[in-house]
């Protein structure tokens, strides 16, 4: 999955709030996640793939984006102040990350632990 993809996904998922309420595999939104991946298909020099397989792509995506934010969120004293000792998250995982928490099916159960989750982004250059 290119950058590009990422952010398609996430602009689609802000301009489609359907999609975060209700769970992933909801038959209701079976339209969207066609239309989502005919659109990240189209992506130049992106991955071409079928919705289950975009949809297993974006559960990787969020499993990652979650883990980097605990082991970011865990992070205190001096490693604080180091933007080098946290886990590298971009401004699209943010986007994303913050779409994911608003639905039980997708937030992580921890999220009331999770702080600081992005604090890199402050020293971090556009994308």
């Not at 992106?46 to 949809?55: F, M, Y």
Request: hydrophobic content about 35%; some cysteine; aromatic content about 12%.
């Amino acid at each position: 999955m290119s950058k590009k993809q990422k952010e398609v996904y996430v602009n689609f998922l802000e301009q489609h709030a359907i999609i975060n309420e209700h769970r992933r595999n909801d038959p209701v939104l079976n339209r969207y996640w066609i239309k989502l991946a005919d659109i990240l298909n189209s992506v130049p020099q992106g991955a071409v793939k079928h919705v289950a397989e975009w949809k297993q792509t974006f559960d990787n995506w969020r499993y990652r984006v979650f883990l980097y934010a605990r082991y970011n969120s865990k992070i205190s004293g001096e490693e604080a102040l180091n933007p080098k000792c946290f886990k590298p998250l971009t401004l699209t995982d943010k986007r994303a990350y913050n779409i994911w928490i608003r639905n039980p099916d997708t937030a992580p159960p921890d999220l009331e632990h999770m702080r600081n989750v992005f604090m890199n982004l402050e020293e971090a250059q556009p994308e």
